[in-house]
């Protein structure tokens, strides 16, 4: 066993991470919560790249995935970096596309995905025995700055035409739209269980993402409190400021071998398991870091923000840490149905 | 990346489930906090030892299987999940083996070791004392030298297994004039039985004798009993317990096992709403503790050393056993006031894990300082 990243996927991180930390991603998180998806969509094209996107493509499409360890170790970055669109979403997409019996639309949509040209976002509630647990909500993240829309419900998924108007989100940066009207793309039963395998992902790397999103919460207030001075020393010197601090850490820590081993396992179970373990965290990361910025912490024009705020809607996304927990143990020792 | 065994590996596990199977006692040992179950417990050392498998992760001349760390985690998941006893010799095994192979003498590991893997010699440690806890460096238990060897002179207390045990290891003071606390201090290992040792057994919060407090009245102990250089005790001793806190203490196999007794407990007992979610916690986190395990393992496996991340296990897995307990007496409901169950025993013993082998205030203050490069302040 050699349960760690091998030098390759340690710095294809190192890459992205070196990459989105040069390209003053605020600014582009900003720009999309006002609808201005221009800068978004180049950090999109510098990701697809880079490979990111590709991660999920499979060679057929012009992509070199599925990859899960790959997307986890990206996706942490794009965590960490609050690159904004549907970027959970345009992945679930990618491997949905895949599996359909008709290859028409992968034809279509994947090399322009693995690309990095194409966002695509996705609304699935998967019925019972089909990946229940992992659901998107009702809207359509980024509707707006996407270039196809997925529905999926039951044994059907369609491509919808049109969108309602937005609805805000608690994070600004995520901009939520009810999906309307739609063309049936594909239909029967085998829909429902890719759907249920994209679900899956979308879970793995929304937990992905929000890991990234609490080790950058945890950084910025690390440096925050060994500059800030109260009392003439740095407040990170009070055990009251480190305990919390130890704790964020702690949840952290304890989220990335959940979300690596289930990268490699792809045991739903495993899935459920990352995706609460990574909610709970970053939102734990999150609560930490308001509270030790202070009032500072508590405003919009800090770039804090543009973490904080997310921390919240991917504890829910994908998944609810109701709905994992569920999906972790179950009333009878059923096997899996999936 | 992969959390594959090897067929070595593989085959350790498959022979340790077949030996488990045929030899684990059916119905649960006395506790061992008693005279008659650390008895029965030692017993069950003797055999564990016989079927060569109280310490696979040793050389073979002593005992052990010559385990690499994946084989000996293999076998720990195996002796968790067959329901085996409570391990008595856990102290001398996970403590003070490890610093015997680091920093003994060739003499010393054939004199200790094949004892210890039998369950013949029972060890103690002995850290604390009545003014030095999570402070320890502070200790004022002396070791004075005297023909051939030492005279040590003091008070420790806290001494899990005291009780019963047959030797003991810890640290003492040889040099009170060294500049700083933790220098002058020398790594010991005595006699329980010797002349001048008085044990006193404290009762835990359940009443059972788990630990004792000991006076040390002129206690000899001769020159081959100390364990690296003299004044290198508190070095030594940190490296053990790095180990304590690290790998070794708890493996993941305890918790793996007592996350699946508590999903069954919670089915029994008509699978209430109400607490599947602590349920589900405990099974996530036993899950994220072998997983964190295996990439710490991992690194060990690679040349890699483990630091001040041995923290971070230590506050996880002793909140985690807690937490896990707490939800079982609540399964229980009022039945789960009866304090000699399995479960009310466990949550006893797992009110301790927060406080000893270093209290998780201590371990947060290393995580703080060490792995988040926090600057230190007043404890």
Redo the contacts between chains.
């Keep these: ?6 030098a390759e ?1 340690a710095e294809f991180g190192r890459t992205l991470d070196r990459m989105l930390g040069a390209a003053d991603t605020p600014s582009a998180v900003r720009a999309w919560a006002c609808g201005d998806h221009g800068p978004g969509r180049s950090l999109w094209a510098r990701l697809g790249e880079a490979g990111m996107f590709a991660l999920a493509v499979p060679e057929t499409y012009e992509g070199v995935g599925p990859l899960p ?1 790959e997307l986890a170790v990206a996706y942490v970055e794009a965590g960490r970096h609050a690159i904004p669109g549907p970027v959970v979403e345009t992945a679930a997409v990618a491997t949905l596309l895949a599996e359909l019996p008709d290859p028409g639309r992968a034809k279509e949509w994947l090399p322009r995905i693995a690309s990095g040209e194409a966002l695509a976002t996705l609304v699935a509630a998967p019925g019972k025995g089909s990946g229940g647990g992992f659901a998107s909500g009702p809207y359509a993240l980024d509707a707006d700055a996407a270039d196809a829309v997925f529905v999926a419900s039951g044994d059907e998924l369609r491509l919808a035409t049109g969108h309602g108007p937005l609805r805000p989100s608690a994070d600004p940066a995520r901009r939520l739209f009810a999906p309307e009207g739609g063309t049936v793309v594909a239909r029967g039963s085998a829909i429902r269980a890719a759907v249920g395998r994209a679900t899956e992902l979308a879970a793995l790397l929304t937990a992905a993402q929000a890991l990234g999103v609490g080790l950058e919460l ?1 950084r910025r207030t ?1 440096e925050y ?2 500059r800030r001075e109260q009392f003439g ?2 407040v ?4 009251a ?3 919390r ?3 964020a ?2 949840g952290l ?6 979300l ?2 289930a990268a ?2 792809k045991s739903p179970v ?1 899935v459920a ?1 990352a995706k ?2 990574a909610g709970d965290a970053a939102y734990t990361a999150a609560r930490t870091a308001l509270q030790l910025h202070g009032a500072v912490g508590y405003t919009e024009e800090l770039d804090l923000s543009l973490w904080l705020r997310k921390a919240r809607p991917l504890r829910d996304a994908w998944g609810t ?2 709905a994992c ?2 999906r ?2 179950r ?3 059923a096997p899996e149905v999936t | ?6 067929p070595g590996q593989e085959a350790l596990r498959a022979d340790a489930r077949e030996w488990l199977a045929a030899h684990v006692p059916r119905r649960p040992l006395p506790s061992l906090e008693t005279a008659e179950g650390f008895a029965a417990h030692r017993a069950w050392e003797a055999e564990l030892s016989a079927g060569r498998w109280s310490v696979v992760s040793w050389p073979r001349e002593f005992g052990g299987r010559g385990a690499d760390i ?1 084989g000996w985690l293999a076998f720990e998941e195996e002796y968790y999940a067959a329901g085996a006893p409570g391990r008595v010799s856990q102290n001398g095994i996970n403590l003070l083996a490890p610093t015997l192979f680091d920093h003994g003498t060739e003499e010393q590991r054939a004199r200790v070791l094949p004892s210890m893997a039998s369950g013949e010699v029972i060890w103690a440690q002995a850290w604390s004392e009545p003014e030095a806890g999570s402070d320890l460096a502070s200790l004022r238990s002396r070791a004075v030298r005297t023909d051939g060897g030492w005279l040590l002179r003091g008070q420790k207390t806290w001494s899990s297994r005291a009780a019963f045990a047959d030797r003991a290891f810890g640290i003492f003071r040889t040099d009170p004039a060294a500049a700083k606390a933790h220098h002058g201090l020398t790594y010991v290992m005595f006699d329980l039985r010797a002349p001048g040792v008085t044990v006193r057994p404290i009762g835990r919060l359940d009443g059972r004798p788990a630990f004792a407090e000991l006076f040390l009245d002129d206690v000899f102990v001769p020159d081959a009993d100390v364990i690296g250089e003299v004044g290198n005790g508190w070095r030594i001793a940190m490296s053990t317990t790095g180990n304590e806190r690290g790998l070794m203490l708890r493996s993941p196999g305890r918790f793996l096992a007592s996350a699946e007794r508590l ?1 069954r407990l ?2 029994e007992r008509g ?1 209430d709403p109400a607490l ?2 602590r ?3 405990a ?3 036993a ?3 072998q ?2 395990t ?2 710490h ?3 060990f ?2 040349g890699g050393r483990i630091g001040a ?1 041995s923290s ?1 296990n230590k ?2 897995w002793s909140e985690y056993d807690v937490a896990l307990h707490e939800t079982a007496l609540e399964l229980l409901g009022a039945e789960g006031e009866a304090a000699d169950g399995e479960w009310a025993e466990g949550y006893v013993f797992s009110l301790a894990g927060p406080i000893y082998a270093g209290t998780n ?1 201590i ?3 290393i ?3 060490r ?9």
Aim: glycine content about 4%; charged content about 25%.
């Design positions: 066993m050699r349960f760690l990243l091998d996927q360890v945890l690390v409190v060994k020393v740095p990170g010197s009070f055990q400021v480190k305990h601090l130890a704790d850490l702690i820590e304890f989220t990335r071998p959940l690596f081993g490699l396992s495993d398991a609460t373990a840490p109701a927990r569920a972790v143990v009333p009878q020792s | 990346m992969d959390l594959d065994f090897t994946f999903v919670w089915r699978a599947r979610e349920v589900a916690d099974a996530i986190g899950r994220a503790y997983l964190f295996y990439a393992a991992s690194r496996a690679a991340e971070l506050v996880f205030e371990q947060r203050d995580i703080a300082e792995l988040l490069g926090l600057p230190k302040g007043r404890r």
